[in-house]
């Protein structure tokens, strides 16, 4: 998997989607063209061997307190597993790396636990809106996680002598640290 930089004519194609993974009531769709200008990054995610896009990743909202918001979007029918753990690992890299933030915002509902490793007692949960979004027909519980800048350093910065959790997302010879020619 790897994400290549979106455009505004992908714009058909995310919210389309947006539809097939159940977010009926989506704020961005409401206004496609203000949501597109207020993103500050977009990102097809990419089957790495195929081409085949497999949905979108986004960044946005930028706050003055250094926090970036992060979305995922995958079309459920092609999205494997995993894939969406390496497309939010992926785009919290290039957001540290491209933006002067102390910490990056993801949100997500249960629905999307297994796609993102995740667990409803995980311990890095910073909180929970009750029924906060309408997804696949019913409102669900959001879920928001906070990954601060130091905690991804020292996750990228594993230690040498053990592989990184990270290794199995770039292929040799890209590095987390170093920019891909």
């Known amino acids: 998997m790897e994400l290549r930089p979106a455009s505004a004519s992908d714009g058909a194609v995310f ?9 009926e009531s989506f704020r961005f769709a409401a206004n ?5 200008k207020r993103l500050n990054a977009m990102f097809l995610v990419v089957h790495r061997n195929s081409g085949d896009v497999l949905g979108f990743s986004t960044l946005h909202g930028i706050s003055q307190a250094g ?4 979305g995922v979007y995958l079309d459920p ?27 990056m915002i993801v949100q997500t509902t249960e629905a999307s636990f297994a796609g993102f490793g995740l667990t409803d007692d995980d ?4 909180g929970v809106l009750a029924d906060h979004l309408y997804f696949r027909g019913r409102l669900w519980d959001l879920h928001s996680y ?9 996750y990228v910065d594993w230690s040498p002598d053990r592989l990184s959790p990270l290794d199995a997302v770039l292929p040799a010879p890209l590095s987390w640290r170093e920019a891909p020619n």
């Open 15 to 23: 919210l389309q989607t947006l539809l097939e993974a159940g977010l």
């Open 32 to 36: 496609t063209a203000e949501g597109f």
């Open 67 to 70: 926090h970036i918001r992060n």
């Open 77 to 103: 029918r092609r999205a494997k597993l995993g894939i969406g753990s390496e497309a939010v690992q992926l785009t919290i890299n290039y957001a540290f790396a491209m933006f002067d933030i102390a910490a």
């Open 123 to 126: 311990s890095q949960k910073e």
């Open 146 to 154: 906070r990954v601060r800048r130091a905690d991804w350093e020292s």
